[in-house]
C-alpha cells in the first residue's frame, strides 16, 4: 500500500486540542489523515491507523480520558477490538494515552476482555508538568510505531499533562513482566540516559520511568510526551518525532 493510499483517522470529541499537530504529521508523509469527530464515525473500514490526540476530551472530568473511552465503548468497541486484531494500528498521545489504558488496550489483557489492568494517575507534584522530557528507546522488538528508530537511541519530546503517572496493577512483577515482553517502549531519562532519574526529568513519578508502552502484539501503542510537536526537532543522529509516524506508515505499508 502507497502512502497516498494509507487513510488515517484522527478521532476527537470538545477538548481534544492536539489533532491539527496530527494532522499535519500524517500529512507531511503524504498519507490520507481524516479529522473526524466521534459523533461522525460510522464505521472504521475505510481507515488503516486510528489515532487518538491529546488535550482534556471532555474536560477530563471525573478521570482523565474516562469520558472519551466510555462514548468509544458505547459506540464501536467491538468494530475496535477486530480492527486491532486484524493487525491495524492503533496510537494515543497523551489524552489519547490515557483514553487507552480507559479502554483496557494498554497495557492489553492476555483475555482480550477489556479488562482495566493500568491508570494514569496525577503527577507527583500535583501540578501540569510543562517542559521537554528526554526519552529512550528501550525497547525495540515489536512496536509499530518505533520500528524506525534504533533501542537506545534518546528523542527529546515536549511534555504536557497533570496526569501522566503510569500505575499498573500487581507490583513489581507486573512491571517486570511487561518489561520481559517488550511493552515498555519509551522511559524518562536524564542527559546521562540513566533510566532512574528522578523529577523534574521525570515529570509525573511513573515508575521505572515509563513515558510510553504498547500492547503484547505491538500494534496499540501510547506515550504521553507529544512528537507530533517535535516533528522537526532532530538530535544529533537526525531522528525526531517525525520517525514514530514514518514507522508507522511504513508498518502499515508493508502489511496491507
Known amino acids: ?59 477530563d472530568y471525573i478521570r482523565a480520558g474516562t469520558i472519551f473511552a466510555s462514548r468509544i465503548k458505547s459506540n464501536f468497541m467491538d468494530e475496535l477490538n477486530n480492527f486491532i486484531k486484524e493487525g491495524y494500528a492503533v496510537g494515543g498521545i497523551c489524552n489519547g494515552f490515557q483514553v487507552l489504558v480507559e479502554l483496557g488496550l494498554l497495557p492489553g489483557n492476555p483475555k482480550g476482555n477489556g479488562t482495566i489492568t493500568a491508570c494514569l494517575s496525577r503527577n507527583d507534584s500535583a501540578r501540569f508538568e510543562c517542559r521537554h522530557s528526554i526519552l529512550k528507546h528501550v525497547s525495540s522488538k515489536k512496536c509499530v510505531f518505533t520500528s524506525l528508530l534504533p533501542q537506545n537511541e534518546q528523542l527529546i519530546v515536549p511534555s ?67 512528537p507530533e510537536r517535535s516533528f522537526f526537532s532532530k538530535n544529533e543522529h537526525g531522528y525526531s518525532g517525525k520517525i514514530l509516524f514514518e514507522s508507522v506508515v511504513k508498518y502499515i505499508g508493508g502489511t496491507f
Open 1 to 59: 500500500m502507497k502512502p497516498e493510499d494509507i487513510n488515517i483517522c484522527i478521532l476527537r470529541i470538545e477538548g481534544t486540542n492536539n489533532e491539527q499537530e496530527m494532522y499535519d504529521a500524517f500529512k507531511r508523509l503524504g498519507t490520507k489523515p481524516h479529522l473526524v469527530h466521534l459523533n461522525e464515525l460510522s464505521s472504521l473500514k475505510p481507515y488503516q491507523c486510528l489515532m487518538i490526540p491529546g488535550g482534556f476530551s471532555a474536560g
Open 160 to 226: 504536557a499533562h497533570a496526569e501522566g503517572k503510569f500505575l499498573l496493577s500487581g507490583g513489581k512483577k507486573a512491571y517486570e513482566k511487561l518489561e520481559k515482553n517488550g511493552q515498555i517502549i519509551f522511559k524518562y531519562v536524564n542527559y546521562k540516559g540513566e533510566t532512574n532519574a528522578p523529577y523534574p526529568w521525570n515529570p509525573n513519578g511513573s515508575p521505572y520511568n515509563i513515558a510510553g508502552i504498547c500492547n503484547k502484539r505491538g500494534n496499540v501503542f501510547g506515550m504521553m510526551p507529544h
